[in-house]
């Protein structure tokens, strides 16, 4: 006898149905019914409305962000252009004007040898064949270092704490009144003030940063360009303006090829074109120049070419080290003829 606990509820066929579905379910190969396609249409246009929308939001934010910096930029061209612009023109022109046909060797008489050894003054290293195209002199401005030659030309106080300092990126990492030099240490400003420092603080109202800062394709980058410009603007600017208006003599150097070409680099030093030149001998032109007149002072073509005696018992063979020590004497060499003709009143 069967109990009402142990009947079957509902009719069988629809029990059996059920059952036959769970099965389905759990063996997969049930077919659920699917979302009309026009819902699937419409979702579809939805998220790509939606999406075109928010990318043309996006672009008009990164454009107008991208505007604001520019509109600064060209405020700060308004600043400084009537300060360090001309003054680069200036440069530029007189370093064409030596890298020309060479007219001469000239020494003004009465050239101020000693004031031009310890006033305040400007000092630019290039190649002979990067400075006679604008473009090409502001590249290679970038490379110009304080050598042999300004070390046994010029009297600087500083000698000796170009290299020593703090690390820095830029000389919004320095302290008040020092600057972050060609070496990347915080220092106090170079004498004579390396041409290379004003160019790299020009480079933010170069066409190249512009193209960069158009190129950016993300609020972050430009945020990067906006502190740089802002970092620049608030202590590079103000030193290099400072230095400038101080200074009194502009001295280049040219550096000739040698004939048979520039030397081989040696393995493993990393050397710049400018580097191998220099450790071998060659000719350079040397021009001085007064910068509130504009007067040639100097126009030398001499050989840099000099030799270093190892003294002691222990003599440097590390072919890097000889190399570095080749390019002191050979432009220390180059100092010592300027010195000569600056200080002879017979000089041609």
């Known amino acids: 006898m069967n109990t009402v606990g142990s009947r079957e509820r509902g009719l069988p066929s629809v029990n059996e149905a059920r059952a036959e579905r769970r099965r389905a379910i759990v063996l997969g190969r049930v077919r659920l019914r699917g979302m009309p396609p026009h819902f699937w249409l419409w979702a579809l246009t939805i998220i790509g409305v939606f999406s075109v929308f928010y990318w043309r939001l996006a672009e008009g934010q990164l454009e107008s962000r991208k505007a604001q910096v520019m509109a600064k930029q060209r405020a700060v061209a308004r600043s400084i252009g009537p300060t360090i612009l001309p003054f680069r023109d200036k440069i530029e022109g007189w370093a064409r004007e030596l890298a020309g046909p060479y007219a001469g060797n000239l020494v003004e008489p009465g050239a101020p040898y000693q004031a031009i050894r310890q006033s305040p003054g400007v000092y630019l290293r290039l190649r002979l064949s990067n400075a006679r195209a604008v473009k090409d002199i502001r590249k290679a401005a970038r490379v110009s270092l304080h050598d042999g030659f300004t070390a046994c030309l010029f009297v600087n106080k500083d000698a000796g704490s170009r290299t020593e300092g703090p ?10 009144g020092k600057l972050c030099n060609e070496w990347s240490v915080c220092a ?3 004498t004579p003030y390396n041409m290379r420092l004003a160019y790299r603080t020009l480079r933010v109202l170069s066409s190249e940063w512009t193209d960069e800062l158009h190129a950016a394709t993300s609020e972050l980058l430009v945020n990067a360009y906006d502190r740089d410009l802002d970092s620049v603007t608030r202590f590079d600017v103000r030193i290099a303006a400072d230095i400038l208006a101080r200074s009194k003599y502009f001295t280049l150097v040219l550096d000739e090829d040698p004939q048979g070409g520039l030397p081989e680099e040696l393995p493993d030093a990393g050397e710049s074109p400018e580097e191998r030149l220099q450790r071998v001998g060659h000719f350079a ?8 007149s504009g007067k040639p002072l100097l126009r030398l073509r001499a050989e840099a070419a000099g030799e270093f005696v190892p003294m002691g018992e222990k003599v440097v063979r590390d072919p890097v080290i000889v190399a570095a020590q080749a390019r002191q004497v050979n432009s220390c060499q180059l100092a010592l003829a300027v010195r000569s003709a600056l200080s002879d009143d017979t000089a041609p």
């Open 167 to 176: 690390p820095c990126k830029v000389t919004a990492n320095c302290e008040p």
């Open 188 to 190: 106090n400003p170079p």
């Open 285 to 292: 032109r040397v021009g001085v120049w007064e910068l509130t």
